[in-house]
């Protein structure tokens, strides 16, 4: 699939924003976070600018953005407008949870759970829209929301992790939470991956073109000469290579990097905010590669139309 | 509501029989031809005189190579246009309620005022049916040519998709495959009708036929009648001995 | 949540057009009927007309892409003046008066001093009966359409063997045959009646046998396909009649009654007139009776001939009927499937096999219709009787230097088995079968200011027709009905640059031409001749000094043309499909058509034919001035009606007659154009029923085809299997008779004008193989059709080149593994006389020794208002560089044109190459060839055709 740097701005973004407020939300109530207004002032803020920021984003690979507002209607079948429909909503309990931690500094209440699981949900209804995909095997996967969740997580928790270090101290369990995040991401990740390469092909030309019973099938002659959308769109593919080489950037950057910084962060080893910062970047990097590969490397079955023996 | 009805009182489509389609590409271009200027945004073409000239269709005829294990590789040409599955993934996924499903003969539609050009529809397209219009933004498809089957316009015998008026070998075939007596779902069951990657569950309208198996019965002369007549092979008995004996019941 | 459903309201019935107006296509040389639906002025659409005889509402897509061809940014706009050099594509734009005066002051010059210095030809040429009539009341001997190079060979083969061939002669009997087989077919004229043909034939589940090296289109589709080697299926088709000849399976009765099986010929090598027939005081043919051996007019003897035997003729000599000869050549084990397997690459169970199958289809599955009819002979039958097999043909055999042998063989099989001309069989389209005796002797003799006395182009039935001056060198420039080409019906249009380059057999001063692509696409060795078009004499002035040339688009030939004459497109004129030219007829109907301009004009050109009429009046060519000299017709839409060739015979034969009534025959009808347009632009008179089968030898369809004007009196074909004219060369070239060919050319007519088909290896390979050279060159390369294209003029259309916007080399799998290839390489393909660097496709359904591509997709930079890098022109190629209009040099220093020796048909697909990979990342084809200058600038950006009408 065509990676559209729009979409895998928004995905990493909005991943990270949702994440950042799951934790605030789920842990700063009971005071597992630092409770002052400047962490909860920055992180919240952080937060909702990097979920506002990818979502306005995803609306730049729309040919019509100024009808932007119809996708909110169809939340009763389509995933892309659940998640819409969540982004949207989840603003309410986020504001009113940042209010009351920030105004009236009553950081216990509902809206700091509600405001969590809601962005959960949202995670999962953005990761819905390529896990619901048939068409895409590489996306129509048990592990692909998980991976979702679990790097927004994770990547939320190291931004979270940054903010503590510029306003103050991290606190131990934030440090652990992440190390948890990423260990638990690069695993899943990792599972997948052995997954996908490992999964047999559902379609083939012969099944594609019902063909198969006479013999096998291959493309001889395409019905334009100069690549379509369809093509441009679906056909993208990318050298065996230049995958290995981004698994391997996800993986050091996205996992190793981050997860060796901040366990010295957590031995006290390493001065606070320039590591947190180091941490940030790395990751950031990371995951925009992974995301970058999960549309490069996902295979649409149109191509088994177009001459390629399996997707 | 993209929600898919819960039936379709008819099941408009097409029936494509691969056994006659020589790959000519008329269906492709008179597709193109009258949908240009009906239903919806023209279909657009960017660097028609350029480099790259690409632009929307709504069909398009590949072609195939197929060698089977015994024999030697044979060619098969295959026209490829939305196929209005009745569990059609094209449009419970798009988000904006502009892809539907006509409830009253299954025509898989795109209502192009509000269709804000996710791409999404196409995504979830196993048969790379659906092409966004560069000029317009908006998913063009296969109308089945609602706007000629009904269009009172036009003579009733006119009332058939451009494709299947245009195609010379007329191997396409227009009609309700929701009744069985029609014409088409009597070429589907006689010929042995094919869905399109049935594993992706879509259940396709239109139906595949599929190409007859190539014949090349035995025969020799022997068998047959008039073979009193047969040289025996040596001259001797005259340059061609059965001549006289074929003249003479001529009378 | 329960989703329940809703949908928007659609208004299904919108306005389509305006108005409806019913034309004939022009896309191609099928002649489709198609109404051209109009909107505020502009085509809205086009359709097939349903009533249409040749397509019956269908259309192609070339058809359907019509509204780009009529709006394509390639449009000529105005006449145009070369002001740079040629080749280069600078012009200045000149009004109609210039361009007008230009020509007649060159035209008329040459006619005054010496009218042969103008060779006029034309290509895609659907007025012939105008351009040849104008030729010749200009009095040049040169002139011809482009069938020379085309398919010469089928159309030659067909009328000297029975009086028509295939295409726009005839047709098989698509609703009764029930074994149909398809030789070297990709597209041919007939593109939709071919294909609606064979949906018919599928519905009936005749069986379907493709004859073709590639297994694409048709081929596909067929039941059992035959992966013939190029240039062998002659060889194929006589060990067919060999093995039926074996098996004493032809139609005896239908010899004897409608060829010439029983007619003698005379046995006296020698002698003047040995292998010819043998005649009595009044020339009339001979047989023997086998009843009594006496001998007489085979006319009287008729049934009772005798088929075999060695009789005595009244002057003493020995002679022996046809069909012995016949019988004894091809029962010889040269010609057993056995011994040709290896040659043609078809297995000798294959070819054994469809023999018998043709035998069973056409004698034991015989069709008898209940329709009594009478013979020309007399003889009263109750019945037709019908032999269902058929047969089709285009250059796939033709286009070989033994094509005319090859389509002679074709024929021979179908007269064999009876099957031609009967219920289920091939049939005639009216005005044929016409035989060679019903078609003119080929005209040359020319004065200043002085018509010709006949037509150019003709039948000969012997040297003594043969187009020479004294010293035996040829009258045309294109050396048609020479020695060299003695029965070349329709001239070498293919040969007339480059014999006017080299002043052999002399040169000239003005070359016009009309709708061909000369530089380019149509021609063999295109760089060569570009450059012959182009070349100069020391004094700076051109070899072939001027040249004026009427096109529609910026082709490639548009810029070596000193003076252009823009024409319409097809939308925008009028022409005229006329009987007396290639007509549209069907087996049981005459037809014509018109087209008249459903749309004006928005440039400033002009219909050619029209142009030629007005040059014709301003040079006072006879029939195109009245008495006091002022143009006779108007314009081209006035001669449609008012021209007459003879009395009540004009150029269309339907609503003749002041009260339209007349057919065929009649006074003509001021309102003649408007009664064609009110019935569709065309039209149709059907034969009587006892008329329709057995036209060569119906007495009713005879009498018909006179009260129509075809015929002034009945014409009767006696099927030629053997060809008596052709035993006339051979005797010339054993020294008999007053013409005798020259010395280097006898061996070769004595071996090729074998008066029964013969096979022969093609020129190319036999020349490569006698220099030991043939090794160097073990593949055949050919092109094919694209059904989606027509020719390069396709490539303008902004819908066709999305489809065929460059074409691969198809390479068989076994090649491209030897010689290292995939997908994608490129490759150098070398000939005898040159090399070029394409893009490669493996492919397996191919015969094993062929490279194939399609035809016409390569483009010059800078033609067609495409940019100049557009991919046509990059990775698209010709094929065309790698043949030669010449065959390999012998040694001679003679220029042996790359023809067929009988008919001087180009051998298109005798090529013979090697392939090599090419190493190193290849981004452009080769040769390349610098940019035209583009006179009407490049097409927009983008096109979003009828915005303004979508809903
Ligand atoms: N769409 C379309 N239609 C056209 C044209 C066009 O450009 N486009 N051109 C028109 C013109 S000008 C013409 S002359 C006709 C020509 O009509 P066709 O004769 O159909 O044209 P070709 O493409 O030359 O087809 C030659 C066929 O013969 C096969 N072939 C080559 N060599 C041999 C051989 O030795 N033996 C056998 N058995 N087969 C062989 C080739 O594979 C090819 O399939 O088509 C006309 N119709
Ligand atoms: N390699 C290879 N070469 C071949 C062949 C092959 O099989 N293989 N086939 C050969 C054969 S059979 C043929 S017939 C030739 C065909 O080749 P051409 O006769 O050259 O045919 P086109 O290139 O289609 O058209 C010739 C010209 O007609 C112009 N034209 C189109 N419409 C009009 C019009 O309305 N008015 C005027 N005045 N001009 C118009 C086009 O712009 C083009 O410049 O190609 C030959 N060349
Ligand atoms: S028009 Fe008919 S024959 Fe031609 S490609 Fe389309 S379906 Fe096949
Ligand atoms: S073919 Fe594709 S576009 Fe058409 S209904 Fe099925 S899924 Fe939707
Ligand atoms: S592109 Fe248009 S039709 Fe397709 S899913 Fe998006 S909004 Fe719906
Ligand atoms: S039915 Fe109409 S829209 Fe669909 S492919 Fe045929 S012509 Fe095109
Ligand atoms: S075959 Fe196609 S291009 Fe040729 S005349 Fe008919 S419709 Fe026109
Ligand atoms: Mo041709």
């Known amino acids: 699939m065509h990676p559209a740097a729009s979409v895998i701005f928004f995905t990493t973004a909005s991943g990270a924003g949702y994440g950042m407020l799951v934790l605030l939300g789920a842990l700063a109530p009971s005071g597992l976070l630092p409770t002052d207004r400047w962490f909860g002032g920055v992180a919240l803020a952080l937060a909702l600018g990097l979920v506002t920021a990818g979502l306005l984003s995803s609306t730049f690979h729309l040919h019509h953005p100024e009808r932007a507002w119809r996708a909110f209607s169809q939340w009763r079948s389509a995933w892309l407008s659940r998640e819409g429909v969540l982004a949207c909503l989840t603003y309410a309990p986020a504001v009113l949870f940042a209010a009351s931690w920030l105004y009236f500094e009553a950081l216990s209440g509902v809206w700091g759970p509600i405001t969590a699981g809601m962005a959960i949900l949202t995670i999962y209804s953005t990761s819905m829209i390529y896990a619901s995909l048939k068409t895409i095997p590489r996306w129509h996967h048990g592990l692909v929301p998980p991976v979702y969740l679990i790097i927004g997580l994770a990547s939320g928790a190291v931004w979270l992790v940054a903010v503590a270090a510029g306003v103050g101290e991290i606190p ?56 379509n959308w369809v093509m441009r769109e679906m056909g993208f593919s990318i050298a065996r290579k230049h995958i290995r080489k981004l698994r391997r950037i996800t993986v050091v950057l996205g996992f190793a990097v981050p997860f060796v910084v901040l366990g010295g962060l957590a031995a006290g080893s390493l001065p606070e905010l320039p590591a947190a910062l180091l941490a940030v970047v790395s990751v950031s990097v990371g995951v925009v590669a992974e995301r970058w590969l999960f549309f490069a490397e996902a295979r649409h079955v149109v191509a088994l139309y177009y001459g390629r023996v399996s997707v | 509501m993209t929600s898919l009805p819960k039936g379709t009182a008819r099941k408009l489509g097409l029936v494509i029989d691969l056994d006659i389609c020589v790959g000519c590409h008329a269906c492709v271009v008179s597709c193109k031809e009258w949908n240009t200027s009906g239903y919806g945004a023209a279909l657009s073409d960017q660097e028609p005189y350029g480099d790259e000239p690409t632009g929307s269709w709504l069909n398009r005829v590949h072609t195939y190579e197929v060698t089977p294990s015994d024999a030697p590789a044979q060619i098969v040409h295959f026209p490829r246009s939305c196929l209005h599955c009745e569990n059609a993934p094209c449009v419970t996924v798009c988000p904006t309620g502009a892809s539907y499903k006509r409830v009253e003969d299954g025509i898989v539609l795109v209502n192009e005022d509000w269709c804000i050009g996710c791409g999404l529809c196409a995504w979830s397209c196993p048969y790379g049916a659906r092409e966004m219009d560069q000029r317009a933004g908006v998913m063009k498809k296969c109308t089945l040519c609602i706007d000629r089957i009904y269009n009172e316009n036009l003579p009733e015998i006119d009332r058939e998709p451009a494709c299947v008026r245009a195609c010379p070998t007329r191997a396409r075939h227009f009609g309700d495959l929701n009744d069985p007596e029609s014409s088409v779902s009597r070429l589907v069951q006689t010929r042995g009708g094919m869905d399109l990657m049935p594993e992706q569950g879509t259940k396709p309208v239109n139906k595949y036929l599929p190409p007859r198996a190539k014949r090349e019965p035995l025969e020799s002369f022997a068998s047959q009648r008039g073979d009193s007549d047969r040289n025996a092979g040596s001259r001797s008995a005259g340059l061609l001995d059965w001549l006289d004996k074929a003249l003479e019941r001529l009378g | 949540m329960t989703a329940e459903h809703s949908q928007p309201y659609l208004d299904c019935s919108p306005k389509v057009s305006d108005e409806i107006r019913r034309t004939t296509c022009y896309m191609c040389a099928c002649r489709c009927g198609i109404n051209v639906h109009l909107r505020d002025g502009r085509v809205r659409y086009i359709e097939g007309n349903r009533d249409h005889p040749v397509n019956n509402g269908v259309l192609c897509a070339k058809g359907s892409a019509g509204i780009m061809q009529h709006y394509a940014p390639s449009r000529l706009r105005t006449p145009l003046l070369r002001i740079g050099e040629r080749g280069e594509g600078k012009f200045e734009e000149i009004s109609w008066d210039e361009a007008l005066d230009k020509a007649v002051s060159w035209l008329a010059s040459v006619r005054a001093r010496n009218p042969r210095k103008l060779a006029f030809f034309t290509g895609r040429d659907q007025s012939q009966a105008l351009t040849s009539w104008w030729a010749q009341q200009y009095g040049t001997p040169n002139y011809a359409a482009h069938g020379g190079f085309c398919s010469v060979n089928m159309a030659a083969a067909g009328i000297y063997t029975m009086g028509g061939s295939f295409w726009e002669f005839g047709q098989p009997d698509w609703e009764r045959t029930r074994m149909f087989m398809i030789f070297g077919v990709a597209e041919d004229h007939d593109s939709n009646p071919i294909k609606l043909g064979l949906s018919r034939l599928k519905a009936r589940g005749a069986k379907i046998v493709g004859v073709n090296p590639v297994r694409t289109g048709y081929n596909a589709v067929a039941d059992e396909w035959v992966p013939i080697t190029p240039g062998t299926d002659g060889l194929f088709i006589l060990s067919m009649i060999h093995e039926l000849l074996e098996a004493g399976r032809v139609d005896l009765d239908y010899l004897l009654r409608y060829t010439n099986a029983g007619w003698l010929v005379i046995q006296d090598s020698g002698a003047p007139d040995n292998g010819l027939f043998a ?4 020339a009339e043919p001979l047989a023997a009776d086998r009843n009594n051996g006496g001998v007489a007019p085979a006319k009287s003897v008729r049934r009772n001939a005798a088929l075999q035997g060695t009789f005595r003729l009244p002057d003493g000599r020995s002679a022996r009927p046809v069909f012995e000869l016949l019988a004894g050549k091809y029962s010889h084990p040269a010609y057993a499937p056995e011994t040709t397997a290896e040659t043609t690459g078809v297995p000798a169970g294959q070819t054994q096999r469809l023999a018998a199958e043709l035998a069973r289809v056409a004698f034991d599955e015989a069709i008898v219709l209940e329709r009594p009819w009478t013979d020309v002979y007399g003889e009263q039958h109750t019945t037709m009787i019908g032999r269902p097999v058929s047969f089709h043909a285009m250059r796939g055999i033709s286009a070989h230097s033994n094509g005319f042998q090859t389509c002679r063989a074709l024929h021979l099989l179908q007269i064999l088995l009876g099957s031609v001309e009967c219920p289920g069989g091939f049939r005639f389209k009216p005005p044929y079968p016409k035989p060679v005796s019903a078609h003119p002797t080929p005209n040359a003799e020319f004065q200043p200011n002085q018509p010709l006395a006949g037509p150019h182009l003709g039948y000969p039935h012997g040297p003594e027709h043969l187009l020479l001056n004294d010293d035996g060198s040829p009258l045309r420039i294109d050396k048609a009905f020479s020695w060299e080409n003695p029965l070349s019906v329709h001239g070498l249009m293919h040969m007339v640059i480059s014999n006017a380059y080299h002043g052999d057999p002399y040169s000239i001063e003005v070359l016009f031409m009309y709708m061909a692509n000369m530089s380019w696409n149509s021609t063999m060795n295109t760089k060569g001749v570009m450059e012959m078009l182009s070349a100069k004499h020391d004094d700076g002035s051109y070899v072939i000094p001027k040249i004026i040339y009427s096109d529609a688009y910026s082709s490639e030939m548009v810029a070596y043309a000193d003076l252009i004459l823009p024409d319409t497109t097809y939308l925008e004129r009028h022409d005229c499909i006329s009987l007396l030219d290639r007509p549209i007829s069907e087996p049981d109907a005459a037809a014509d058509a018109i087209r008249w301009p459903v749309v004006e004009p928005d440039r400033d050109v002009r219909g050619f034919q029209s142009v030629l009429l007005d040059l014709g009046a301003r040079l006072g060519l006879a029939g195109m001035v009245t008495a006091d000299g002022s143009p006779r017709y108007t314009d081209y839409a006035d001669y449609i009606v008012n021209h007459e060739r003879k009395p009540g015979v004009g150029p269309l034969a339907g609503f003749r007659g002041t009260d339209a009534r007349a057919r065929g025959r009649g006074e003509p009808n001021s309102s003649q154009l408007e009664r064609y347009i009110d019935n569709g632009g065309f039209w149709i008179e059907n034969i009587p029923e006892e008329a329709q089968f057995f036209k060569h030898a119906n007495l009713a369809y005879q009498e018909w085809a006179v009260s129509m004007g075809f015929f002034d009196r009945p014409h009767p074909v006696t099927f030629a299997l053997y060809l008596e004219p052709l035993a006339k060369f051979q005797r010339a070239a054993e020294g008999h008779g007053e013409r005798i060919p020259p010395e280097h050319l006898r061996e070769r007519i004595r071996e090729t004008f074998d008066p029964l088909p013969k096979w022969y290896a093609p020129f190319e390979q036999e020349l490569l193989s006698e220099s030991g050279k043939l090794g160097k060159f073990p593949l055949h390369a050919i092109t094919q059709r694209p059904a989606a294209m027509y020719h390069s003029w396709g490539t303008q259309n902004a819908w066709l080149r999305q489809i065929h916007g460059r074409n691969p080399l198809y390479v068989p799998g076994e090649v491209c593994d030897a010689v290292g290839l995939e997908d994608g390489d490129w490759a150098w393909v070398i000939s005898h006389h040159g090399r070029i660097k394409v ?29 100049p890098t557009a991919p046509e022109s990059t990775k698209g190629f010709l094929l065309n560089h790698l043949i030669h209009e010449l065959l390999p040099p012998r040694g001679d220093g003679l220029r042996w044109s790359n023809s067929d020796p009988i008919t001087g048909q180009g051998a298109w697909y005798d090529l013979r190459v090697r392939i090599e990979k090419a190493q190193g990342e290849a981004s452009e084809c080769e040769p390349r060839f610098t940019r035209q200058i583009s006179p009407v600038g490049e097409g927009p950006e983008e096109v979003a055709y009828g915005e303004e009408w979508s809903t």
């Open chain 3, 279 to 282: 005649r009595d005081a009044n």
């Open chain 1, 172 to 227: 131990g369990l934030l440090l652990y939470v992440a190390l948890a995040g990423i260990a638990s991401a690069a695993a899943l990740k990792l599972l997948y991956w052995r997954s996908v390469d490992a999964a047999a092909p559902s379609s083939s030309p012969g099944t594609a073109t019902a063909l198969g019973h006479i013999g096998t099938v291959r493309q001889l002659e395409a019905p334009h000469t100069v690549d």
């Open chain 3, 839 to 867: 893009p490669v496709a493996r492919m397996n359904a191919l015969n094993a020794k062929t490279l194939w591509t399609w035809n016409a997709i390569g483009k010059r930079k800078g033609a067609w208002a495409l940019t």
